[in-house]
């Protein structure tokens, strides 16, 4: 498991406009030991990520106002954020979507619904790198 591997707790960052996905995750992400902050849109995430920086970033590509592109582009454009990895999480599955996601930032994109066990391994890999 992802948390007996490493002698502190990661701390995720999940950004999605859907309460029941960002329990799924949270739960699935905790359960493993990882630390979980929510953001429930892009203008949140920014303003949360001024305080703090987490080591792995989630992202909904599909919200209301700042969509999960954007703002990808606006956290890499932060120097204390590019080495952040973003996964996009998402529903949109066209190859323009995925291109899309990866020219904003991302290092990986995952379409939902999302499996809970990729996941943590696509994590585990991004987090070793």
Do not use: W
Request: hydrophobic share 45%; aromatic share 4%; charged share 25%.
């Amino acid at each position: 498991m992802l948390a007996e591997t490493h002698s502190c707790r990661e701390l995720v960052l999940v950004v999605d406009d859907s309460p029941d996905t960002l329990g799924l995750l949270t739960d699935a992400l905790e359960e493993v030991g990882l630390t979980v902050l929510v953001s429930p849109s892009g203008e949140h995430a920014l303003r949360l990520l001024e305080r703090i920086t987490p080591d792995v970033i989630l992202m909904d590509a599909v919200m209301p106002g700042l969509d999960g592109f954007e703002t990808c582009r606006q956290l890499k454009a932060r120097h204390q954020l590019y080495q952040v990895p973003v996964i996009f999480m998402t529903g949109l599955s066209a190859t323009d979507d995925i291109v899309r996601g990866f020219d904003a930032g991302g290092v990986d994109y995952l379409t939902k619904p999302i499996n809970p066990k990729e996941m943590i391994t696509r994590m585990r890999v991004h987090l070793a790198n």
